[in-house]
Nanobody
Framework: QVQLVESGGGLVQAGGSLRLSCAASGLIFSNYDMGWFRQAPGKEREFVTFITWNGGSIYYADSVKGRFTISRDNAKNTVYLQVNKLKPEDTAVYYC?????????????????????WGHGTQVTVSS
């Protein structure tokens, strides 16, 4: 049974930082590319960032470039999201997701429907 479990969310002031983690089990982690998405109240889920199975390629949404950093540790089956310089508009539930690396394309990494497995999310709330 595949499980993705996010942690590290919380309430922070604008300008603050958090480190989100996503621990995977039940799958061969190094066979999967990983993405982070977020969903704010009343809005659709949106792409945040993506990392290939070996960390060789990384992509960010324009809204988070220069503030967020994705990384992974395949030995620990974990992907991380360092979020810095947080803004109130970053408030959302953050989800990690796994996509088989053999299926990833230059378009698919942004599309939530292409991911096979999802975590339950971790809430990030940024106060102004």
């Amino acid at each position: 049974q595949v499980q993705l479990v996010e942690s590290g969310g919380g309430l922070v002031q604008a300008g603050g930082s958090l480190r989100l983690s996503c621990a995977a089990s039940g799958l061969i982690f190094s066979n999967y590319d990983m993405g982070w998405f977020r969903q704010a109240p009343g809005k659709e889920r949106e792409f945040v960032t993506f990392i290939t199975w070996n960390g060789g390629s990384i992509y960010y949404a324009d809204s988070v470039k220069g503030r967020f950093t994705i990384s992974r540790d395949n030995a620990k089956n974990t992907v991380y999201l360092q979020v810095n310089k947080l803004k109130p508009e970053d408030t959302a539930v953050y989800y990690c997701a796994a996509q088989p690396s053999y299926r990833t394309t230059m378009r698919s990494y942004r599309e939530s429907s292409r991911y096979d497995y999802w975590g339950h999310g971790t809430q990030v709330t940024v106060s102004s």
